[in-house]
Protein backbone atom coordinates (compact mmCIF):
# COMPACT_ATOMS: atom_id res chain seq x y z
CA UNK A 1 0.00 0.00 0.00
CA UNK A 2 1.42 3.33 -1.03
CA UNK A 3 1.58 5.44 1.59
CA UNK A 4 3.54 9.20 1.47
CA UNK A 5 4.26 11.41 4.35
CA UNK A 6 4.66 14.78 4.47
CA UNK A 7 6.71 16.55 6.63
CA UNK A 8 8.51 20.53 7.03
CA UNK A 9 6.11 23.21 7.02
CA UNK A 10 5.15 26.03 8.82
CA UNK A 11 5.68 29.60 9.34
CA UNK A 12 8.02 31.71 8.01
CA UNK A 13 8.62 35.51 6.81
CA UNK A 14 8.36 37.04 3.19
CA UNK A 15 11.57 36.15 1.47
CA UNK A 16 11.92 32.96 4.29
CA UNK A 17 12.99 29.70 3.16
CA UNK A 18 11.65 25.85 4.08
CA UNK A 19 12.37 22.90 3.38
CA UNK A 20 9.80 20.20 2.65
CA UNK A 21 9.78 16.58 2.63
CA UNK A 22 7.79 13.52 1.85
CA UNK A 23 8.74 9.94 3.09
CA UNK A 24 7.14 6.80 0.32
CA UNK A 25 6.65 3.27 1.30
CA UNK A 26 4.70 0.57 0.07
CA UNK A 27 5.93 0.90 -3.85
CA UNK A 28 9.39 0.62 -5.24
CA UNK A 29 10.28 4.41 -4.90
CA UNK A 30 12.58 4.63 -7.64
CA UNK A 31 10.73 3.51 -10.82
CA UNK A 32 7.82 6.42 -10.30
CA UNK A 33 7.99 10.11 -10.76
CA UNK A 34 7.27 11.97 -7.83
CA UNK A 35 5.59 15.29 -7.49
CA UNK A 36 4.32 18.15 -5.23
CA UNK A 37 0.81 19.91 -5.40
CA UNK A 38 -0.30 22.89 -3.29
CA UNK A 39 -3.90 24.13 -2.47
CA UNK A 40 -4.98 27.23 -0.90
CA UNK A 41 -7.64 28.24 0.45
CA UNK A 42 -10.76 28.51 -1.58
CA UNK A 43 -8.53 27.73 -4.68
CA UNK A 44 -7.69 24.38 -6.89
CA UNK A 45 -5.17 22.15 -6.20
CA UNK A 46 -2.14 23.16 -8.71
CA UNK A 47 0.90 21.55 -9.49
CA UNK A 48 4.18 22.91 -7.91
CA UNK A 49 6.72 20.77 -9.35
CA UNK A 50 7.19 17.08 -10.82
CA UNK A 51 10.25 14.73 -10.61
CA UNK A 52 11.58 11.64 -12.90
CA UNK A 53 12.36 8.49 -11.51
CA UNK A 54 16.37 9.28 -12.19
CA UNK A 55 15.37 12.99 -11.66
CA UNK A 56 16.71 14.17 -14.85
CA UNK A 57 13.67 15.67 -15.72
CA UNK A 58 12.16 18.33 -13.85
CA UNK A 59 9.57 20.60 -14.32
CA UNK A 60 8.31 23.42 -12.03
CA UNK A 61 4.85 25.61 -12.47
CA UNK A 62 5.68 29.15 -13.46
CA UNK A 63 4.83 30.95 -10.43
CA UNK A 64 7.57 28.85 -8.56
CA UNK A 65 10.02 28.82 -11.20
CA UNK A 66 13.95 30.40 -9.83
CA UNK A 67 12.35 29.89 -5.88
CA UNK A 68 11.83 26.48 -5.61
CA UNK A 69 13.66 23.22 -6.15
CA UNK A 70 12.52 19.60 -6.05
CA UNK A 71 15.07 16.50 -5.48
CA UNK A 72 15.22 12.76 -4.65
CA UNK A 73 16.83 10.77 -3.10
CA UNK A 74 15.89 7.28 -4.16
CA UNK A 75 18.27 5.16 -1.18
CA UNK A 76 16.25 7.55 1.29
CA UNK A 77 13.03 6.83 -0.71
CA UNK A 78 12.00 10.33 -0.24
CA UNK A 79 11.57 13.96 -2.16
CA UNK A 80 12.13 16.79 -1.19
CA UNK A 81 10.93 20.54 -2.18
CA UNK A 82 13.09 23.77 -1.10
CA UNK A 83 11.16 27.27 -0.91
CA UNK A 84 13.19 29.94 -1.38
CA UNK A 85 12.23 33.67 -1.18
CA UNK A 86 8.48 32.47 -0.36
CA UNK A 87 5.84 34.84 -0.88
CA UNK A 88 2.66 35.70 1.02
CA UNK A 89 1.07 33.73 -2.03
CA UNK A 90 2.80 30.54 -1.48
CA UNK A 91 0.88 29.97 1.28
CA UNK A 92 -1.04 26.62 1.19
CA UNK A 93 -1.54 23.08 1.76
CA UNK A 94 1.74 21.14 0.29
CA UNK A 95 0.99 17.17 -0.79
CA UNK A 96 3.06 14.67 -1.78
CA UNK A 97 1.77 12.56 -5.20
CA UNK A 98 2.77 9.96 -7.36
CA UNK A 99 0.80 7.61 -9.93
CA UNK A 100 1.33 3.66 -9.24
CA UNK A 101 -0.14 1.44 -11.50
CA UNK A 102 -2.58 4.21 -12.90
CA UNK A 103 -3.61 5.17 -9.11
CA UNK A 104 -2.96 8.81 -7.40
CA UNK A 105 -1.48 8.80 -4.11
CA UNK A 106 -1.75 11.68 -2.22
CA UNK A 107 -0.33 12.41 1.52
CA UNK A 108 -2.15 14.06 4.23
CA UNK A 109 -0.98 17.44 3.52
CA UNK A 110 1.74 20.22 5.20
CA UNK A 111 0.63 22.96 5.91
CA UNK A 112 2.86 26.09 4.90
CA UNK A 113 2.14 29.87 5.69
CA UNK A 114 4.02 32.90 4.37
CA UNK A 115 3.06 35.63 6.81
CA UNK A 116 4.59 39.00 8.60
Known amino acids: QVQLVESGGGLVQPGGSLRLSCAAS????????MSWYRQAPGKERELVAT????????NYADSVKGRFTISRNNVKNTVYLQMNSLKLEDTAVYYC?????????WGQGTQVTVSS
Open 97 to 105: NTIVGSVGS
Open 26 to 33: GFTFGYYA
Open 51 to 58: ITRTGRSI
